[in-house]
């Protein structure tokens, strides 16, 4: 049990690592861009590193996009 959980932890953190390189490499919101709503895209990003959609009880991918 231990092992299982210390693999999602695992691959947890490196998609989070993943999530903050592209971040990095992205650089600030562009100009004119509403940094609340740039932020809001980024917390949704970071919500699915961390809880991917495939793994979240009771969601329907068919309906997303």
Known sequence: M????HRSAEQDVTRVIA??????????????????????????ELHHAIHPPEQQPGTDQTKEQ
């Not at 231990?2 to 959980?5: E, G, I, K, R, W």
């Not at 592209?22 to 895209?41: F, I, Q, Y």
């Open 2 to 5: 231990f092992a299982a959980l």
């Open 19 to 44: 999530l903050y390189e592209r971040w990095v490499k992205a650089g600030p919101p562009p100009l004119g861009t509403s940094l609340s709503r740039w932020w809001d895209r980024r917390l949704v």
